[in-house]
């Protein structure tokens, strides 16, 4: 007896619930991406994609048309039908045959309008949601001779529309959720506005690539610039690729094994204008620096604006998201989509695939020349936190914790580690009020002297060697770091960085520590110090020196927290949320709050420093 296929009970369910649950935010993704392939097919030369607004009953609806091999009656009502293409091979790694068809409907239950011109005969069916049938269907028509179809020919309608029919075309017209729905303006839902250049964007942040190589076309309906309130002409719209020349530099540079490459862009503002330059060389859509993972010429966990700034320190761009474009492309096989092609997912656990998976290739392979711009883009400050790392240090190091890279990865750049059993997760007595090494209190001279080390700097001559093959022990390298610890001061860095109303934020792959200098523990802390200096030296150097104490020592308290927390990694009791909990921004912030155990160092750092300006002081008149 042969084995018995499963069936669908009840198929009206599953196609209701599929469509329903699917996100909107995919529709453009989706009939791009057929026009695209279609338009693959069509002769060179003539290989077009355009969209633009179509009127129905003097509302504007969303229309996307391309060349490329038509289909007739039959082939028109099969590719309506769900898991149902025309022209591809369906699979779980390529076509699933659902993609446009649900997004689409998920927005425009009115209707979604197909046209397709084969051989110089066009055809037309129009599906969407029946309130009667409690489903999706085909609607019918009554033809001029009274009688009814769902698929019919209207090729005479096309041509006083001024189409074409000397070559083989296809045509899409999204209908939305109600006749008076404008899917032009709105096409993500009636009532949800969004950016007239929203269309071009969408598929200029999409798609690496195009796989026709089509000429596409936007209506300047849906464009940034002029043509707001016009239509009938176009603009080009042009993918990254395309524009590349036209940007200061860019280089792909592949990891060892070559099997995923990291492309570094330069993109930075034109010295005249807002817009970057890759922008400008492609008027059709708002070009912004961004990061994603691109896979088979599409990108995916897209970031960009804030978004991309937030993460950009975990791929070792701490400043510099704005004139930088990190696109991570990995092999066909190393991924796969998820059931709507929001997102890509790994193939043997299905778990999501993101582009922080590959921030430490992003970091190990960038090029000096990368480099340079984040330096360059880095506030300029004449302040350094060594000493303040230092002291950090010596209390991390009680712990002794090992590094991350003796945690097991996915990752092939990862190498295996044996594990390492050293450290605690309760350190011995340590002294927490903190000078900074280096800053001494007013001990007079005489006590200072005495205090100072009878040797000096050993000279080059001085220096031990190590014999031949010598490396640092095991135990040294194993052990964690503090990490780099970079006080803000602009509000702007600081949005960007998502810290408004945080006192700081950890990225622990970059091990770096960003502190926000104006924060509002900041402004108590100094409020009580002034009494307490005033009239200490001149008054401004007295103000800055309230301002520092008041910042680093705010930053010292936010790395003390941080230090802690790394520690915890040695606890059975703590699990990986545990330790994200607390080191986010959240927790950092109560470590701030409690300034009040830094007043008295403060006050000595406040000496300290004043001290050293060495002002001359006026005579009292």
């Not at 689409?104 to 397709?116: A, K, Q, V």
Request: glycine share 6%; proline share 5%.
């Amino acid at each position: 007896m042969k084995a018995e296929p499963l069936q669908i009970r009840d198929k009206r369910f599953l196609i209701n619930r599929l469509i329903e649950q699917a996100p909107k935010s995919t529709l453009v993704r989706e009939f791009f991406k057929n026009a695209d392939e279609n338009a693959a097919h069509a002769a060179p030369g003539n290989r077009r994609i355009d969209v633009y607004p179509v009127e129905i009953d003097g509302m504007r609806k969303l229309a996307f048309w391309n060349t490329g091999i038509g289909m007739d009656d039959e082939e028109l009502k099969q590719a309506t039908d769900l898991s149902s293409s025309i022209n591809k091979q369906m699979a779980m790694d390529g076509n699933f045959g659902i993609g446009a068809k649900v997004s689409g409907l998920t927005m425009s239950r009115e209707g979604i309008r197909y046209r397709s011109c084969k051989n110089g005969i066009v055809n037309e069916v129009t599906i969407g949601f029946d309130p009667d049938e409690g489903t999706y269907v085909r609607f019918p028509v009554e033809l001029p001779d009274g009688l009814y179809a769902t698929v019919y020919d209207v090729t005479e309608a096309a041509q006083k529309d001024g189409k074409d029919i000397s070559y083989d075309w296809t045509e899409v017209v999204l209908y939305g959720e109600s006749e008076d729905h404008d899917t032009v303006a709105e096409p993500l839902g009636k009532g949800k506005k969004v950016d007239r250049s929203y269309i071009a964007t969408q598929i200029f942040r999409r798609f690496a690539a195009f796989y026709s190589g089509a000429d596409v076309r936007i209506d300047v309906a849906m464009t940034k610039g002029g043509g707001k309130d016009e239509t009938g002409k176009t603009r080009q719209l042009k993918p990254l690729e395309d524009v590349l020349d036209k940007l200061p530099r860019h280089e792909r540079v592949a990891c060892q094994n070559e099997e995923v490459h990291v492309h570094y862009i330069h993109d930075p503002k034109h010295e005249s204008y807002s817009h970057t330059l890759s922008a400008l060389a492609n008027p059709a859509t708002a070009s912004t620096t961004f990061c994603a993972v691109v896979h088979k010429g599409e990108r995916y966990d897209f970031k960009t604006k804030n978004g991309w700034s937030t993460a950009a320190p975990n791929f070792g761009i701490p400043f510099g998201s704005k004139v930088l474009t990190i696109e991570i492309e990995i092999p066909d096989d190393m991924a796969l989509p998820n059931q709507y092609r929001d997102g890509l997912v790994w193939p043997d656990d299905r778990s999501p695939l993101l582009a922080e998976d590959f921030d430490d290739y992003v970091r190990e392979l960038m090029p000096d020349w990368v480099k340079v711009i984040i330096r360059e883009q880095s506030p300029q400050s004449d302040e350094s936190l060594d000493d303040l790392r230092s002291d950090l240090q010596k209390l991390l190091d009680e712990f002794r914790v090992p590094t991350f890279t003796l945690s097991p990865s996915r990752r092939s750049s990862a190498t295996p580690t044996e594990s390492n059993d050293e450290g605690s997760d309760t350190s011995g007595p340590t002294d927490l009020e903190t000078d900074f090494a280096g800053e001494d209190d007013e001990r007079d001279a005489k006590d200072a002297e005495a205090e100072k080390p009878s040797s000096q700097r050993a000279k080059h001559k001085k220096v031990r060697k190590a014999p031949d093959g010598s490396k640092a022990s095991r135990s040294a390298l194993a052990l964690e770091r503090v990490p780099e610890i970079k006080i803000l001061t602009d509000k702007e860095e600081i949005e960007e960085k998502n810290l408004k109303g945080r006192a700081g934020r950890y990225y622990k792959d970059a091990q770096t520590l960003f502190v926000n200098g104006l924060y509002s523990a900041v402004d108590r802390m100094a409020a009580e110090l002034e009494p307490e200096v005033r009239g200490q030296g001149e008054p401004e150097v007295v103000r800055a020196a309230i301002l520092k104490a008041s910042q680093r020592f705010m930053a010292f308290r936010v790395g003390k927290a941080t230090c802690y927390a790394i520690s915890k990694r040695l606890s059975d009791d703590w699990s990986s949320d545990d330790l994200d909990r607390a080191t986010s921004p959240e927790s950092l912030t109560m470590a701030a709050d409690d300034y009040k155990q830094s007043l008295s160092s403060a006050k000595k750092w406040v000496k300290e420093f004043i001290k050293k300006a060495d002002v001359p002081q006026e005579d009292a008149a």
